[in-house]
């Protein structure tokens, strides 16, 4: 059984050696054995974080991990962030559920640790507990106007469109001419495509039904993605970027003014923002040809690109009942490199538009008093993953390091932290003597009147959404309310 934790990573296990003698280490009076004890580890979210470190953590030979959700399905922002038009990318569930059959993992959904468990408790219940808990907020724009109907962050808009629960009463008004989205990273440009993709396009993905019809109604026919910096410090990537050129029935509007001198200074950048800025070159400065002008000619959506502007107020309507447009502070740039920031020059101009969108990064919330939490980094404070000043308490993935990067950085991150954390229970820097795990939590959950999901559970639902998708030719029909989960599996 144990060889089936961790048989895709085409090596032995993690070499488990025999624990230092007991006198080496005054602390502890026991120290960890494989034949006293077996290493009890939980793991908090079930995102690529938890996931990446659970599995890491499954190649010591008999460590047991458990995965706490609170959501009743597994995969966090595979399932609810990545877009629905790209599905390679939520390949990597295969591998997760790789990790969740082995004999030594399990996964409790429908769990949310510091409301109906709390970190201390599982600290007392587990040997180890790590937070790959993620970023469940995102941050505000804390200008005047960011209250009014028909402003809302892309995050609680792509949670909409991806079947996140505590998104489905979103209900966005697309009946407006022209959407400005505040960002320019790869969140930014994935909702550009959705509200700009030919619904037929997004049939057959697993977006949901709901979002699927407001987009049909869609009159959306202009999107502006607005940074406060300039082509050189956009934070998408070229895969994003050059589907967005492609997309069908729309055209690209970018200013060349914006991109005068740049060629220039392109010697100096490493190659990925190189290649990058060339596109965006391309796409500015040169004439397409015939094929791509009579393709452009014909579309009947526009995205664009404004650079140098921030946002200042969003501006009323004359109700006062909606957004009318956005303001902006005309910005230039001071500084070299990574320190490049945005100053404004005095002048102002307005965006008309009726609907808004805040896309300027997601932002971790504190989990449990007991947990330390840097509010304005929006991190745990901790070295390599280990929470600082609090023994055999971690952290992985964003909630770790910031909301950066793409599911192979959060690989790398995760694995980091689980090999950090075996480190420790080898030195015998982890508690000794054994400890309950599950059972204990299960007891309490239980005195609480909380019904945990388990992972052969989602399995039922996975399969019902599978079957509900079946009679439309699509890949599923995502379960979106967990009453209705609970109630499918007799909870």
């Not at 502006?224 to 055209?251: D, H």
Request: glycine share 10%.
């Amino acid at each position: 059984m144990a060889s089936r934790c961790w048989r895709w990573w085409g090596r032995s296990a993690w070499p488990w050696t025999p624990p230092l003698s007991v006198g080496s280490i005054p602390s502890f009076r026991h120290q960890f054995s494989t034949q006293e004890t077996t290493p009890q580890i939980c793991v908090v979210g079930s995102g690529p974080a938890g996931f990446y470190t659970a599995q890491h953590l499954l190649k010591h030979p008999q460590a047991h991990v458990d995965i706490y959700e609170k959501q009743p399905v597994p995969f966090g922002l595979v399932r609810f962030g990545v877009a629905p038009d790209h599905p390679e990318v939520k390949n990597v569930i295969n591998t997760f559920t790789q990790t969740a059959h082995c004999g030594r993992c399990a996964f409790w959904g429908n769990v949310e640790v510091g409301r109906d468990v709390t970190v201390p408790e599982l600290r007392e219940a587990y040997h180890a507990v790590v937070l790959s808990y993620g970023a469940e907020d995102h941050r505000a724009l804390e200008i005047p106007g960011e209250e009014l109907p028909g402003v809302c962050s892309a995050r609680a808009f792509v949670g909409w469109y991806n079947g996140l629960p505590e998104n489905q009463e979103l209900k966005p008004d697309l009946s407006c001419d022209t959407a400005v989205i505040l960002g320019q990273g790869n969140v930014a440009l994935d909702v550009a495509r959705i509200l700009l993709t030919p619904p037929e396009h997004l049939e057959k993905t697993d977006i949901t039904k709901a979002a699927l019809d407001v987009l049909r109604q869609s009159r959306v026919k202009t999107v502006w993605l607005v940074g406060r910096r300039g082509p050189l410090q956009v934070a998408f990537t070229i895969k994003e970027l050059r589907e967005m050129i492609q997309l069908p029935g729309t055209r690209p509007i970018l200013d060349p003014v914006d991109f005068l001198g740049l060629q220039d200074r392109l010697k100096e950048v490493p190659r990925p923002r190189k290649r990058l800025t060339e596109l965006l070159l391309r796409t500015a400065m040169e004439k397409p040809g015939p094929e791509e002008a009579a393709r452009r000619a014909s579309a009947s959506r526009a995205w664009g690109l404004r650079f140098f502007r921030s946002p200042q107020q969003v501006l009323p309507s004359p109700d006062g009942q909606g957004a009318a447009g956005v303001r902006l502070a005309v910005t230039r740039l001071e500084g070299v490199g990574e320190a490049t920031r945005a100053v404004p020059t005095g002048a102002m101009e307005d965006l008309p538009c009726g609907l808004v969108l805040s896309s300027i990064g997601y932002k971790s919330r504190p989990i449990d008093p007991s947990v330390p939490f840097d509010s304005k980094l929006g991190v745990i404070p901790n070295v390599e993953g280990r929470v600082t000043d609090v023994p055999g308490l971690y952290c992985s993935g964003w909630v770790k390091r910031g909301p950066t990067g793409v599911i192979a950085t959060t690989m790398t991150d995760s694995f980091l932290t689980g090999q950090m954390l075996l480190q420790d229970l080898k030195a015998g820097l982890l508690p000794s003597g054994p400890r309950p795990g599950s059972a204990a939590i299960q007891a309490l959950l239980s005195s609480r009147g909380v019904q945990p999901v388990s992972f052969s559970d989602w399995e039922k639902l996975d399969a019902e959404e599978v079957a509900r998708g079946q009679g439309t030719g699509r890949p599923r029909e995502k379960l979106v309310d967990p009453q209705e989960m609970l109630h499918l599996l007799g909870h």
